[in-house]
DNA sequence: AGGAGTTTGTGAACGAGAGAACAAACTGAG
DNA sequence: CTCAGTTTGTTCTCTCGTTCACAAACTCCT
C-alpha cells in the first residue's frame, strides 16, 4: 500500500496490524473510561473484536508492554499505543469539498478528540466561501497553498466529486501534502511517496451485495436438492 | 472477516478479489462512458490502480471472459462482473441514524446509481420524523421490522452514535438483516453468519498520521546523520 | 521458600495473496 | 498456410499475515 522510500531505521511495523492499532487504541480508551486499570490480551482481544494471539502479537511489535501473569497496564498501554501512531501531537488538517460529506467529517468530532485539527475547509464554489461550518471558515480552493505551509498541513481529505479529485490531489501534493484521504469514487495517481487511502462507500455497499447474494444463492440450491 | 457457514457449493472467490471487483467495475463503466469497446488487461489494470498480472487472475475466477491477442470486451466483461457482485439487480437498504452523516449517505447518488435504493431512513429522534431527506421519508427507528419485511430489505447501514449501534444492530438481525454496513466507531458482536463491514472514519486518519511520523522521523534522522 | 495457576511474548506451522514467468490461443501480414 | 506479434489464463514461487502452542515470567497461596 504505502510506498517504502527512505532506508527503514526504525523496527518496521507490518501493515496489517498498523491498521489494527487504533482499534486498540479505542478499545482502551473505553476500558479506562470503565475505570478498568489493567486487562488480559484475552479481554482487550474481545472489546476490540479480534483474536487474543494476534493481539499480543501485534503488541509485541511495539514493545514489551505486559506482564505476564498479569496482563496490560490500560493507561500505559493506552499512552504508548498513541505514542506510536502519533496521536499524542496535533495533526492539522484541510478538508476539500464541502458538499454533504465534507460536512459531515467537518462535523465528526472523532477527529478532534484524535487530536486532528480541521484547520480549513476549501471549496471551489465561490457561493460557499466565507459560510461557516463547524466553527471553520470556508475558503476559496485557490488559498490551499497558502493555508497549508501557514499551518503546516501534512494530511489533506477530498470529500469533492469524482471528476474534480485528481486536480485537487495534484495540488496537495504540490503544497507538500503528501498523505491524502480520499473519499471520491476514483483512482488517484500520486507520485511515489504520497500515501492515499480510499474510503468508498458504493464498493463497501457492493461487498455486502456480493455476500448476501451468494448467501441467497447457496441456500436456494439447498432447498432445491433436499426437495 | 466473513463466516464461512454453510457449505460452499459456488466456486469461491478469494475475499481479496471480491473487494477489487467493484473497483474493476467502476473503471469499466468509465471506459464504456468514454466509447471503449475493447481494452487489454494492462489497460484496464491501470485504470483500476492494480498490476496487470493481479487483474487477469482475480477475472480467471469468474471465469474466461477475454480473448487471447485481443484482450477484453468492455461491455461484455462489465455485465459479468456486474451480476458477480449482483449490483444487476435491485437492493433495498436501510439507513438508521440521520445526523450528518445519515445525510450524506442518503443523497450519496453512488448508491442508486449501482441498484442500491434507500427504502427508509430512521431515526430515534421524534423530532425528525416525517422529515423527507434526498426524497425518502425519516420514520421511527421502531418501524424497523416492519419496513424492513414489507420491502424485503438485506441491508442496513448504521449512520448512529457508538452508543447506539449495538442495539441497532441487535434490532437489524431480529429484523433479518444479515448484512450490515457500521459507520459507527465501534466493534459490534452480531451472530455467526451475520456479515458487518466496518467504515471508521477517523481510523483512516490515524493510519495515515502514523505513516506522515514514520516519515518525518526517518527523514529527521536522516538529517542528522548526515550532519 | 516452593508450587500451583495465570498470562505474556515468540518460534514455528500454516494459509492466503502478490507477482513473475510462460504456455496456450488468438490476429494479421505475407 | 505459416510465422511473427500480442495478450490471456495459469502455474510456480515468494512474501506477508494468521494461528497454534509453549517456554518464560509473574502472582498468590500455603
Known amino acids: 500500500m504505502t ?3 527512505s532506508n527503514d531505521t526504525a523496527r518496521d511495523i507490518p501493515e496489517a496490524t498498523v491498521a489494527r492499532l487504533p482499534i486498540y ?3 482502551l480508551i473505553t476500558l479506562a473510561e470503565d475505570s478498568i486499570e489493567t486487562c488480559s490480551s484475552e479481554e482487550l482481544a474481545t472489546a476490540a473484536g479480534v483474536n487474543s494471539a494476534k493481539l499480543r502479537k501485534d503488541l509485541s511489535y511495539l514493545g514489551s508492554y505486559g ?3 498479569v496482563g496490560y497496564d490500560v493507561e500505559y498501554l493506552r499512552y504508548q499505543i498513541a505514542r506510536e501512531i502519533g496521536v499524542t501531537q496535533d495533526w492539522p488538517v484541510v478538508i476539500v469539498g464541502i458538499g454533504n460529506l465534507g ?4 462535523n465528526y ?3 478532534r478528540s484524535r487530536g486532528f485539527r480541521v484547520v480549513a475547509l476549501l471549496d471551489a464554489d465561490p457561493d460557499r466561501h466565507d459560510e461557516v461550518v463547524a466553527g471553520v471558515d470556508v475558503r476559496p480552493f485557490d488559498e490551499l497553498e497558502e493555508i497549508a505551509a501557514e499551518h503546516g498541513v501534512a494530511i489533506g481529505v477530498i470529500a469533492t466529486p469524482a471528476l474534480a479529485a485528481q486536480d485537487v490531489a495534484d495540488r496537495m ?3 507538500g501534502i503528501a498523505s491524502i484521504l480520499n473519499f471520491a469514487p476514483t483512482v488517484l495517481s500520486v507520485p511515489d511517496g504520497v500515501d492515499v487511502r480510499k474510503v468508498d462507500l458504493s464498493i463497501e ?3 455486502l451485495a456480493f455476500h448476501v447474494q451468494r448467501k441467497t444463492a447457496a441456500s436456494a440450491l439447498a ?3 433436499s426437495a
Not at 103 to 106: Q, R, T, W
Request: aromatic share 4%; net charge positive; hydrophobic share 45%.
Open 103 to 106: 460536512h459531515a467529517l467537518a
Open 223 to 225: 432447498q432445491e436438492n
Open 67 to 69: 506482564t505476564r501473569g
Open 173 to 175: 501534493v504540490t503544497a
Open 205 to 207: 455497499l457492493q461487498i
Open 3 to 5: 510506498a517504502r522510500t
Open 109 to 111: 468530532s472523532g477527529f
Open 25 to 27: 487504541l479505542r478499545a
